[in-house]
Nanobody, 124 residues
Framework: QVHLVQSGGGLVQAGDSLRLSCAAS????????MGWFRQAPGKDREFVAA?????????YGDSVKGRFTISRNNGRITVTFLQMTSLKPEDSAVYYC????????????????WGQGTQVTVSS
């Protein structure tokens, strides 16, 4: 069992930067690929970014490429970060971190563990 605890988020202005964190506890003897998704009101959960468990390869949704960066720190506690820059009002959503994908990175239904979600609001 893996428990994901998110931190960060809040209210920022367009053009600002923000960093989200996701700390994994529990069964961390196995390294997992990690990802970030977001969900705005009335919309489906959208893939934002993912990072591979071993090679650290990164993957991004089209809407955030060039603005967001995913990274991880594989210490005693694995922490995954989402650095968001040049934020836009359309980036406003609840952001979720996730671990252990079973069906590829972009399908939210395939991820096994989820964080509690954190609100990001970008004002214009």
């Amino acid at each position: 069992q893996v428990h994901l605890v998110q931190s960060g988020g809040g209210l920022v202005q367009a053009g600002d930067s923000l960093r989200l964190s996701c700390a994994a506890s529990g069964r961390t003897d196995s390294r997992y690929s990690m990802g970030w998704f977001r969900q705005a009101p009335g919309k489906d959960r959208e893939f934002v970014a993912a990072i591979g468990k071993d090679d650290g390869d990164t993957y991004y949704g089209d809407s955030v490429k060039g603005r967001f960066t995913i990274s991880r720190n594989n210490g005693r506690i694995t922490v995954t970060f989402l650095q968001m820059t040049s934020l836009k009002p359309e980036d406003s959503a609840v952001y979720y971190c996730a671990a252990d994908p079973k069906l590829g990175f972009s399908n939210p239904g395939g991820w096994y563990y989820w964080g509690q979600g954190t609100q990001v609001t970008v004002s214009s």
